[in-house]
């Protein structure tokens, strides 16, 4: 297996990573590198983790979620800060949010409702540290909201609830982790 990355599809905030906005319909190879671990993709962005741990993403960025520092769109990939210890990675249209191996949660991107739990509404354009605890297990985030499965299996939500997606049985937005269930 040669861990090298392949895009496709349409382009125009430069996803696919090959450094233009033109629309590909057949796969085109994001860079030269051949040692990339896993990909996950966003409606206009991409993030992809390297064998070492390290964290690169491209594409949209208007609000910050490729967590570069900046509101800039990247046509190619973009190492996310300097450490190599990335695990996992899940995104949405406007904010991100990812794990380090040690079980540590960060989030950036996007914060109108609260989505990235660091108990603000401030947008972030770097990962920001979602509570002090290093043990959570996953993470899977939503239009506007997030949820993370605890290493203990406990299940927390937060950001925006108006329709009761957090599961705490109310509609209000919550700004930090918020258990669901017992």
Same mark, same amino acid.
């Given at each position: 297996?040669?861990?090298? *990355?392949?895009?496709?599809?349409?382009?125009?905030?430069?996803?696919?990573?090959?450094?233009?906005?033109?629309?590909?319909?057949?796969? @085109?190879? @994001?860079? /030269?590198?051949?040692?990339?671990?896993?990909?996950?993709?966003?409606? /206009?962005?991409?993030?992809?983790?390297?064998?070492? %741990?390290?964290?690169?993403?491209?594409?949209?960025? /208007?609000?910050?979620? *490729?967590?570069?520092?900046?509101?800039?769109?990247?046509?190619?990939?973009?190492?996310?800060? %300097?450490?190599?210890?990335?695990?996992?990675?899940?995104?949405?249209?406007?904010?991100?949010?990812?794990?380090?191996?040690?079980?540590? *949660?960060?989030?950036?991107?996007?914060?109108?409702? /609260?989505?990235?739990?660091?108990?603000? !509404?401030?947008?972030?354009?770097?990962?920001?540290?979602?509570? %002090?605890?290093?043990?959570?297990?996953?993470?899977?985030?939503?239009?506007?909201?997030?949820?993370? *499965?605890? @290493?203990?299996?406990?299940?927390?939500?937060?950001?925006?609830? %108006?329709?009761?997606?957090?599961?705490?049985?109310?509609?209000?937005?919550?700004?930090?982790? !918020?258990?669901?269930?017992?």
């Amino acid at each position: 297996m040669s861990g090298a *990355l392949w895009c496709w599809g349409f382009n125009v905030s430069g996803q696919l990573g090959d450094g233009t906005t033109t629309e590909r319909h057949a796969p @085109v190879r @994001v860079g /030269g590198s051949a040692n990339w671990a896993s990909v996950t993709a966003g409606p /206009g962005q991409t993030c992809a983790l390297r064998v070492s %741990g390290a964290l690169w993403c491209w594409g949209d960025n /208007g609000s910050g979620q *490729l967590g570069d520092g900046t509101t800039t769109d990247r046509l190619s990939p973009t190492r996310i800060g %300097g450490s190599a210890n990335w695990a996992s990675v899940s995104m949405s249209r406007v904010h991100t949010c990812a794990l380090r191996v040690s079980g540590a *949660l960060w989030c950036w991107g996007d914060n109108g409702s /609260g989505q990235l739990g660091d108990g603000t !509404t401030t947008d972030r354009l770097s990962p920001t540290r979602v509570g %002090g605890s290093a043990n959570w297990a996953s993470v899977s985030v939503g239009s506007s909201h997030t949820c993370a *499965l605890r @290493v203990s299996g406990a299940r927390w939500c937060w950001g925006y609830n %108006g329709s009761g997606q957090l599961g705490d049985g109310t509609t209000t937005d919550r700004l930090s982790p !918020t258990r669901v269930g017992g």
